[in-house]
Nanobody, 111 residues
Framework: QVQLVESGGGLVQPGGSLRLSCAAS????????TGWYRQAPGKQRELVADITGGGRANYADSVKGRFTISRDNAKKMVYLQMNNLKPEDTAVYYCKLQASWGQGTQVTVSS
């Protein structure tokens, strides 16, 4: 059974940075695409970025140039470095692997 645990969310001012982490267990991690999604109040969940087992990354247009996704297959970890955060980045951020989701971590960007 796949388990995902996110961490690293919090409150940050506009222009600030946060790094989200997702720890995976219960699966062969390295062969699967892993993704970060987010859901803002009243909106649908959307893809932020995903990354293949080999490290090829894909980003939503809204975060290109500001966010960086990475993974450590040996540690079964995936990361999301978020720079130059904007109020519109405020959302619950979820890690996804195969059909499993983490519990989410809140990111709030506000002055």
């Amino acid at each position: 059974q796949v388990q995902l645990v996110e961490s690293g969310g919090g409150l940050v001012q506009p222009g600030g940075s946060l790094r989200l982490s997702c720890a995976a267990s219960g699966t062969i991690f390295s062969i699967y695409i892993t993704g970060w999604y987010r859901q803002a109040p009243g909106k649908q969940r959307e893809l932020v970025a995903d990354i293949t087992g080999g490290g090829r990354a894909n980003y939503a247009d809204s975060v290109k140039g500001r966010f960086t996704i990475s993974r450590d297959n040996a540690k079964k970890m995936v990361y999301l470095q978020m720079n130059n955060l904007k109020p519109e980045d405020t959302a619950v951020y979820y890690c996804k692997l195969q059909a499993s989701w983490g519990q989410g971590t809140q990111v709030t960007v506000s002055s």
